[in-house]
Every structure is written in structure tokens, then in C-alpha cells.
């Protein structure tokens, strides 16, 4: 029997605790090149922990999932932290939960608006890249280097996730 999630809009207060939304808002932007770009910088820490770890620069093509969508498992990385910066104004699906004594706890779900993208710290429970209706490029930053960087949790019993 599965549980129901419904997802909630990404907002920068709503996902604080799970990590960092990246997009155009937040206060810490300027003009640079002459003032024909506005640079908002910062806006989220990459990490690359463990030995020879290094930040790696990656593109993905995703195909998009089924709804409601039965959630089985979610992944962290022990290592490094991990962004995704859509490539289109699609949005698409983050799911994401906390620790509990080593296990991921209930999770949440939350539906990226236009442009929004997220970045996990390390250890941060999440689901897979979730794009929704049609296929979807991405950018993602994330740790590369020497180091078992990826741990799986498979749910007992499937958790389901409604878009609303």
C-alpha cells in the first residue's frame, strides 16, 4: 500500500532545510560586463569532500516520469553535494528527506517553478531527476574524485507523489 505526498511549490523558505534553491531572486546580484548582465551570485555552495575530490561540470538529459509517481527509492552522496539547473523553463519534480539514524525520514515533494533549480548538500536524501510531461535538459554540478559517493535507500512499501 503506498502513502500519498502531494507536491508543494518550491519556495527558498520551504526548502531551506533540504538545501539551496537556485534562480534569479535572492538579494545578492550586480551588474557586471559593461552593465549588460546581472550576475546574482552565490547562490549555492558546491562541495567536493573525500580524497581527490574535485567539482565536475555535467549535462543530462532527462525523460520524464509517469504521474502520480510511485516513489521506490531515494539516493545521497556522502561525498559532495549536487545541483540541477534546468536548461528550459520546465519545471520539474524535487523530492527530498531527512536523516534519520542513517535512513531517509517521510519525504517531501515540491514542484520547481520556471527557472528554479536545487542544490543537496552532502547527505541529503533525494529522489532521481524527476522532469514532468516531456523531456528535459539539465546542468548539473557535482563532486567527481575517488570514494564510494553514491548510497541508495529502497522504501519498504512505495510512497506515491501527486503534482495536486
Not at 53 to 67: E, N, Q, R
Amino acid at each position: 500500500m503506498s502513502k500519498t505526498i502531494t507536491a508543494r511549490p518550491l519556495t527558498r523558505e520551504s526548502f531551506a532545510p533540504f538545501g539551496d534553491v537556485i534562480d534569479a531572486g535572492g538579494d545578492l546580484h550586480y551588474p557586471i560586463n559593461g552593465g549588460k548582465t546581472e550576475r546574482y551570485h552565490a547562490l549555492a555552495r558546491a562541495e567536493a569532500a573525500g580524497p581527490n575530490g574535485h567539482v565536475l561540470i555535467s549535462l543530462a538529459k532527462a525523460t520524464p516520469y509517469d504521474f502520480p509517481l510511485k516513489l521506490t527509492m531515494v539516493e545521497r552522496h556522502p561525498l559532495g553535494s549536487q545541483a540541477f539547473i534546468p536548461l528550459s523553463p520546465r519545471p520539474f519534480l524535487v523530492v527530498v528527506c531527512h536523516d534519520e539514524s542513517g535512513a531517509p525520514s517521510t519525504p517531501h515533494a515540491f514542484l520547481t517553478q520556471s527557472g528554479q533549480g536545487v542544490n543537496y548538500p552532502r547527505n541529503r536524501w533525494h529522489g532521481v531527476l524527476t522532469p514532468i510531461g516531456e523531456s528535459q535538459d539539465f546542468l548539473i554540478v557535482d563532486r567527481g574524485g575517488d570514494g564510494d559517493n553514491l548510497e541508495e535507500f529502497h522504501f519498504p512499501s512505495p510512497f506515491e507523489i501527486r503534482l495536486s
